[in-house]
């Protein structure tokens, strides 16, 4: 693996790049731009309890100037709004993802998720803000989504579309070249499989007809060759059985060098010194029915529980059917699937303790700080779901730290290179 991810993982620089977080959910992405060395001035989201536990973490990290708006991002996007947000600071990146639940494979793909356009307000916000450069984080989904018929902020009416050239064209129309990419994060020292599309901008002018680059062109991470495997993330914390609750790690487990590095911290404070973890949070796992267990233990190491049904002869078929058929035991020595936002999708590879992951081990999939806190309701269900965001789907929503910083890095390396070359 990549040993620069884990040792001085604390960049220091002489000046701070100020960056703007919009959708920010409890705050994957502003993890990795301050592991980068970025100061992160101002955030956004909906979401109540994402807001919190954002909040409570650049608290914790003594960034007390950080400001926080919770609430519709439309609100945001006028100039007086946005000037009294940002109050006088200047901002050189924008970074965010939004949301993505209408644009992904694995969902509905509703075409009348009124979320689906939430990408304008984040243009809204870079033609009001004028940053140097912005990120954009999707699902792969995005990459084939049509939208039948929208206007652009230019003006610009757009039919049968896909999202990507809406977005390379309205950024034009803004001054800005948008370059995108499907990347893995698990090529960036995160041990999962989690493909995302990513939206490199950066400013530009059109003179008669020839693109002027204002700052230096940003470059996508190269992906790394060593992966970091389920067993590499959370071999430490399998002593935990279903129904149980702790704040104590067992030191009968030798920590792996990925392991150390959350328990120690990524993240920089205030003061550019690390965050180690004092107490082991966010590590319970939920109880099981015995019907439930039974067929946890039946399931082989990467197999989905629709897969083990085929396999079943009919009498078990009918004692162990059920409708969660994308749930799937990891395998130890390789990576994890894609994070989602429910609980009950991963079963822990023990064979000695079925059950599913606690939000602390998904966390260390995700690659976030031990010492990054979940805050709010642990789980819901029903039509909570729509008004309240748990600690799993806070997890499931969020982007990679370690994913965000390997992009990061880059636009870091981008804005040194304009101080030298574009003055």
């Known amino acids: 693996m990549s040993q620069s991810f884990f040792h001085s993982s604390i960049a220091i620089h002489s000046k701070k790049y100020n960056v703007l977080d919009l959708f920010s959910g409890a705050g994957g992405m502003s993890e990795g731009f301050l592991q980068a060395g970025f100061k992160i001035t101002n955030a956004c989201d909906y979401s109540s309890e994402a807001a919190e536990t954002y909040q409570n973490r650049h608290r914790q990290l003594g960034y007390k100037d950080s400001v926080f708006f919770n609430g519709d991002i439309k609100k945001l996007t006028t100039p007086k709004k946005m000037n009294d947000f940002l109050n006088g600071k200047k901002i050189d990146v924008i970074v965010g993802g939004p949301p993505c639940q209408g644009f992904s494979i694995s969902g509905k793909r509703n075409k009348d998720d009124p979320?689906?356009?939430?990408?304008?307000?984040y243009l809204k916000v870079v033609k009001l803000v004028k940053p140097k450069y912005f990120v954009i984080e999707n699902v792969e989904g995005i990459l084939t989504f049509k939208i039948d018929k929208i206007t652009g902020i230019s003006g610009t009416i757009y039919e049968n579309d896909i999202v990507p050239n809406i977005i390379v064209n309205e950024a034009k129309k803004l001054g800005y070249h948008v370059e995108y990419r499907l990347l893995n994060a698990k090529n960036y020292s995160v041990p999962q499989n989690r493909p995302r599309v990513i939206f490199l901008g950066h400013m530009i002018k059109n003179v008669k007809g020839k693109i002027i680059h204002l700052?230096?062109?940003?470059?996508?991470?190269t992906p790394q060759e060593n992966i970091i495997s389920v067993e590499d993330a959370i071999s430490d914390l399998r002593f935990l059985t279903a129904?149980?609750?702790?704040?104590n790690y067992d030191n009968r487990y030798k920590p792996t060098h990925y392991q150390l590095a959350l328990r120690n911290g990524l993240t920089p404070n205030i003061n550019g010194n690390s965050v180690p973890a004092t107490s082991l949070s966010n590590h319970w796992s939920s109880r099981h029915t015995e019907n439930v267990v039974d067929r946890f233990k039946m399931l082989e190491h990467g197999e989905s529980i629709g897969d083990l049904l085929k396999r079943l002869s009919s009498d078990e078929y009918k004692k162990y059917k059920t409708k969660k058929y994308r749930c799937t035991k990891l395998h130890p020595k390789?990576?994890?699937?894609?994070?989602?936002?429910?609980?009950?999708?991963?079963?822990?590879?023990?064979l000695k303790n079925p059950r599913i992951l606690s939000v602390r081990e998904l966390a260390r999939l995700q690659s976030f700080d031990d010492s990054f806190e979940f805050l709010g309701k642990r789980t819901t269900g029903g039509n909570r779901r729509r008004l309240e965001t748990p600690q799993y789907t806070q997890v499931g929503n969020a982007v990679p730290p370690l994913f965000a910083k390997a992009i990061a890095r880059q636009i870091m390396k981008a804005l040194k290179d304009s101080e030298q070359n574009f003055r």
């Open 243 to 247: 129904g149980k609750k702790t704040s």
């Open 334 to 350: 390789s990576v994890s699937p894609t994070v989602l936002t429910l609980p009950d999708d991963i079963v822990h590879y023990d």
């Open 115 to 121: 979320r689906n356009v939430l990408f304008l307000e």
């Open 215 to 221: 700052v230096a062109p940003p470059v996508f991470p």
